[in-house]
């Protein structure tokens, strides 16, 4: 990771949509795009492999594979985790949850590809796996780090207990808990969730903070 950690950079920009724009798909618009952002002191851009069914984060690779001096410049985070139906390999096309060591160094993997940069600055489970192996799933991202691969290990919509029973199964500290948080959606404010991540160390990544252009609809 660079010096900036992630409680000094006020603001994330989410790839979740990139791929619904047709205005920035062309790699050299979106890299236009990308340089203004960074030139705004905006460096973090959030992705996820769900986003766009990997669009998001090819989109956003082929942008940097154009402009390969913004790959030096850009802070990255994804997540991984979520199987949707189609990308269900059983015959039984559910979405589900997958936090298995092969599943994750994949992932890994075909993020570094997808995005084309040769480390991701934060990796975090997208969604708590009721089946997780949290031995397995401590020891594939301790590895990953060590590797270089990820500059550090994080979790996403996680309740306080999972994210604790993680940690206790890593070497390497938990550096992230990205979660909902908006006046519309205020309650890790008060349920002890923000209270907890705080205490333990992780820092709080807000998604959806203006809860979708609700807190700018309507009266206050």
């Not at 975090?124 to 550090?152: F, N, Q, S, W, Y």
């Not at 996403?156 to 890593?170: T, V, Y």
């Amino acid at each position: 990771m660079s010096a900036t950690t992630t409680f000094e950079a006020p603001f994330l920009l989410g790839m979740m949509r990139l791929h619904e724009e047709p205005a920035l798909h062309a790699p050299a618009r979106l890299a236009d795009w990308i340089e203004a952002r960074l030139d705004e002191g905006l460096d973090w851009f959030d992705h996820a492999d769900i986003y766009g069914d990997r669009q998001g984060e090819a989109l956003f690779g082929a942008a940097l594979g154009r402009r390969p001096d913004l790959a030096k410049r850009v802070r990255v985070v994804t997540k991984a985790s979520i199987v949707t139906p189609e990308r269900d390999a059983s015959p039984h096309r559910v979405k589900h949850y997958d936090s298995s060591p092969a599943y994750l160094a994949r992932a890994i993997d075909d993020s570094l590809a997808r995005l084309g940069v040769t480390r991701l600055d934060h990796f975090l489970l997208h969604r708590p796996d009721p089946l997780m192996d949290v031995e397995a799933t401590g020891r594939v991202l301790d590895d990953a780090i060590a590797a270089g691969k990820i500059g550090a290990a994080g979790v996403s919509n996680f309740l306080p207990e999972q994210w604790r029973r993680l940690q206790g199964a890593m070497h390497r500290r938990l550096a992230a808990h990205q979660l909902q948080l908006s006046l519309d959606h205020p309650a890790p404010l008060f349920d002890g969730s923000f209270d907890a991540l705080v205490a333990d160390g992780l820092a709080p990544m807000v998604w959806s903070p203006l809860g979708g252009g609700r807190v700018l609809q309507g009266p206050a």
